[in-house]
């Protein structure tokens, strides 16, 4: 594996350009996130190449990159089998072919016969010989001095070439030495506790390698520099992550000491007891309410393992309190789920749960909007609508948001404003591998669902293929003729929702035409509210037996009558949404299965995610591997939108990052200014990415 993955895009506000370089350099290398010295200095090699030594042709292996030095004998185009330059070279040992099937004049002048070249390439066995197509090469006087450090290869854009970056890497670091800047932003006593390398030293290595180091030993990420680089990029992520924390922390907020008395009459009213782990993270939640700054944690529980009962009990001790308390959803359905759920618990213990989502009548709206703002409305339940223009709270004392990365990022600012001196708890129903938690989400607790309630059945879960689809509609009609009811998700197609929406419409019209015995229903995106309401709640009554949904249903819908679900083309689909859908069914105490129906030829990367999702039923298991399989990037891509990337640091290292945290934590403590210092130079002026 290469050592140094590619930057991600940069933001096209930053506009600050490198010195001395002409303005069109400039765009090039801003294109690739490049735009002060300082970056340069931070721009590490993808891989390196040995360039300090010669090998004579004959020793040549195939498949071996490698370094010769020859001279020209010959230099022609030749026309079969297509127009191409060929040359033959020749040192002391033997000679070889060099093969261009592009090539420029510029490249065939170069080539003249007597030259002496050094060219860098892969040497393979031809019908003439050993031959290198498209050997990168350059014409040496003779007795050329060879380099004395190895090359680094960085990345880099089309139009500019290695040899510049070099030289502009190069110039950067030599002046930022000059300047002092590469000074250990970690005190030497932290250094030495962990046995780090020194900052300026490895960096220059790892600009400049010295000849000796093998280029594995190199580009293997356990070498003490890439080590080094690796821990200071964590640890800026770290420091950054957890002074939002502090500063979100310093503010004040309400004491929701509460008095216990309408939660206990919740719990004694439940046809349920508490799982341990739900106990436990209610207690986490409630010690934060009775702080008096803003509580920042992020629930994460596994789909089905009880987060609503959670929040009900957390708003519960905010109304205890004197405040009121909303709970946020990111679609229609998922709020009404909610709603549903909390109306049936609380009704009967005398709290109203108020509902606003942007589907009520304009007249209903208004009235609602003044029930919150008066305060009569106490625990109100709904969709973005609740952080609308025009909603303002009496008194806000918590804010729970579900599935928040689904909310747009408008939305998610909004909420940050109007819930500034709320606390905040915001679940999740996609695990988070623990890593990832820890880096990426180190300025929320968390606390974490880790145990499923009582008395489910484990889901059964099918790979069939297409052909077999009569089996599988057989299998609903007998479910649904049993009693139970049936799910059907329909192919994912990313292209067009217009597509996907066509698709959805003659799934059901196949289905209701195979299953004239059964009720089948229809949900997808494009339904108005009421419509969707409609539908679920015909399904929910067991109106409907067989449900065609579009991924709507992928979070929240809870129906524990359902027993079946069917997902067509599984392959298209991501882990984290075929565990999602997998989660629908289950729920009751009947048998339950989820069939993945796949087409054949199965790529590569869709049979290890079917071969996961297959094998695993724990959603952290799954997301780990998830992990695995795609990078951090892609995983978790839609929460942090303006979050850089980690480069160098690879997440699999659980102690390594805890041992970040622990350092970040003691620079903010001990050694602010080191903080700062270290802050600037990974992210200069990108930190306030970090706060959104
Ligand atoms: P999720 O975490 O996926 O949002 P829910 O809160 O919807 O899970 O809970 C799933 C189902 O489990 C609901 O029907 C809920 O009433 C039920 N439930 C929650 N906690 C318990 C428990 N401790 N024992 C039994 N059933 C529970
Ligand atoms: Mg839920």
Redesign the pocket.
């Known amino acids: 594996m290469s050592p140094a993955k590619q930057k991600p895009e940069p933001s096209p506000a930053e506009n600050a350009r490198v010195p001395g370089v002409t303005p069109a350099v400039a765009d090039k290398l801003a294109k690739i996130g490049l735009r002060s010295e300082a970056d340069l200095v931070m721009h590490l090699p993808l891989r390196y190449e040995d360039e300090t030594r010669i090998t004579p042709i004959a020793d040549a292996v195939p498949s071996l990159t490698a370094q010769f030095e020859a001279e020209v004998v010959s230099c022609e185009v030749a026309f079969r089998p297509r127009r191409q330059l060929v040359a033959r070279v020749r040192d002391d040992s033997g000679d070889m072919v060099l093969r261009f099937l592009n090539f420029y004049p510029s490249q065939q002048k170069a080539l003249q016969e007597g030259a002496r070249l050094r060219l860098f390439g892969e040497p393979r066995g031809g019908f003439f010989g050993t031959e290198i197509v498209h050997p990168r090469f350059h014409v040496v006087a003779a007795e050329a001095p060879l380099p004395d450090r190895l090359t680094p290869v960085y990345p880099t854009t089309a139009g500019l070439a290695q040899t510049a970056l070099r030289r502009l890497v190069l110039r950067a670091v030599e002046r930022a030495e000059a300047r002092g800047d590469l000074a250990d932003t970690l005190p030497e006593e932290i250094r030495q506790r962990l046995k780090l390398a020194d900052f300026a030293a490895s960096l220059r290595f790892l600009h400049a390698p010295p000849p000796e180091i093998s280029l594995a030993e190199l580009e293997a990420r356990g070498h003490p520099a890439w080590r080094r680089v690796a821990f200071d990029e964590l640890l800026a992520q770290q420091i950054s992550l957890r002074r939002a924390y502090e500063a979100r922390r310093a503010r004040g907020a309400p004491i929701l000491a509460g008095s216990g008395e309408l939660t206990e009459r919740l719990l004694a009213a439940l046809p349920?007891?508490?799982?341990g782990a739900?106990g436990r993270v209610v207690e986490e939640i409630a010690a934060d309410l009775r702080q008096p700054h803003p509580m920042q944690r992020l629930l994460q529980?596994?789909?089905?393992?009880?987060?609503?009962?959670v929040a009900a009990l957390a708003m519960l001790q905010a109304v205890e309190s004197g405040y009121q308390a909303a709970l946020m959803a990111p679609t229609e359905i998922l709020a009404e789920q909610h709603f549903r759920?909390l109306h049936a618990w609380l009704t009967p213990i005398g709290i109203e749960v108020a509902w606003l989502s942007g589907s009520l009548k304009k007249r209903d709206k208004t009235a609602m909007a003044e029930a919150i703002a008066s305060g009569r409305a106490r625990l109100v339940v709904g969709t973005h609508a609740l952080i609308e223009e025009g909603v303002d709270f009496e008194k806000l004392g918590l804010a729970i948001v579900d599935e928040q990365h689904r909310f747009g990022v408008r939305q998610r600012l909004a909420l940050k404003q109007k819930g500034m001196s709320a606390h905040q708890l915001t679940m999740s129903?996609t695990p988070i591998p623990r890593t990832l938690a820890m880096s990426y989400y180190a300025d929320m607790d968390v606390s974490v669902?880790d145990e499923l309630?009582?008395?489910r059945t484990p889901v059964v879960t099918k790979l069939v293929s297409e052909a077999r689809r009569p089996e599988v509609v057989a299998r609903v009609r007998d479910a649904c003729l049993a009693g139970r009811q049936a799910y059907w998700v329909c192919p994912l197609i990313e292209e067009s929702e217009a597509l996907q929406l066509k698709t959805a419409q003659e799934t059901w019209e196949h289905l209701t035409a195979e299953l004239p015995e059964l009720k089948v229903g229809l949900v997808h995106g494009r339904l108005k509210a009421d419509e969707k309401a409609a539908v679920m709640d015909a399904f929910v009554k067991n109106e409907t037996q067989l449900l065609v949904a579009t991924t709507v249903i992928e979070v929240?819908v809870?129906v524990?009558n359902a027993s079946l679900m069917v997902i067509e083309h599984a392959e298209r689909f991501g882990l984290a949404q075929l565990h999602q859908l997998r989660?629908r069914v289950g729920?009751g105490a009947h048998d339950s299965a989820c069939i993945l129906l796949y087409a054949q030829p199965l790529g590569e990367n869709a049979r290890s995610r079917l071969k996961v999702i297959y094998e695993n039923t724990d959603g952290f298991e799954i997301a780990r591997l998830d992990l695995e399989l795609r990078g951090p990037g892609e995983f978790i891509g839609s929460r942090q939108s303006g979050m850089p990337l980690l480069r160098f640091a690879d997440l699999d290292d659980t102690a390594l990052v805890e041992r970040v945290r622990n350092v970040a934590d003691e620079l903010l403590r001990d050694w602010p200014e080191h903080a700062d210092a270290h802050l600037k130079r990974w992210l200069g002026g990108r930190e306030e990415l970090l706060k959104a």
């Not at 349920?272 to 799982?275: D, G, R, V």
């Not at 529980?301 to 009962?309: A, M």
């Open positions: 349920f007891k508490l799982t739900q529980g596994d789909v089905g393992s009880g987060k609503t009962i759920k129903a669902l309630p009582p008395g929240g809870d524990p989660g729920r």
